[in-house]
């Protein structure tokens, strides 16, 4: 899958985006994310707050960010799973404030106020919504 198209359909205001992920034990926990952002090829950022989602990067850095664009039919949707490995988790210091301020634009400063931590990824694989292929 063309990483450029993705990252197109990644970065739209109007997307919807789920991160799933686990942790040691093999707990798992899916949430619905609007701050994650795809700045290159390899690479995605966001802010979290205190929750079930970063405790779980904290002990496995592995997630799956699903990207959807809604179709007139469910054969017209389009949609990427995005692989990706937590290379830094930062809740402090300059990294750590461009997400706030960020968000802050985007979302208003309540929503930068939730912010407990800033995580860049690194993109390991990414693979269309729908594939048969192994």
Do not use: C
Not at 7 to 25: A, D, H, P, V, W
């Amino acid at each position: 899958m063309d990483r450029k198209e993705v990252m197109e359909m990644f970065n739209k205001e109007t997307r919807i985006g789920t991160l799933s992920t686990s942790n040691k034990k093999g707990d798992v926990n899916v949430a619905v994310f609007g701050s994650p952002q795809m700045i290159d090829e390899n690479t995605v950022i966001m802010g979290i707050g205190k929750n079930r989602t970063l405790e779980y990067l904290q002990e496995n850095p592995k997630a799956v960010f699903i990207v959807m664009e809604p179709g007139k039919t469910i054969m017209d949707w389009k949609g990427a799973r995005v692989y990706l490995e937590a290379i830094d988790i930062q809740t402090g210091g300059g990294f750590y404030e461009q997400i706030k301020e960020n968000i802050a634009k985007k979302a208003g400063k309540a929503a930068a106020d939730m912010i407990h931590a800033a995580i860049r990824f690194r993109i390991t694989d990414v693979r269309p919504i729908v594939d048969f292929s192994t």
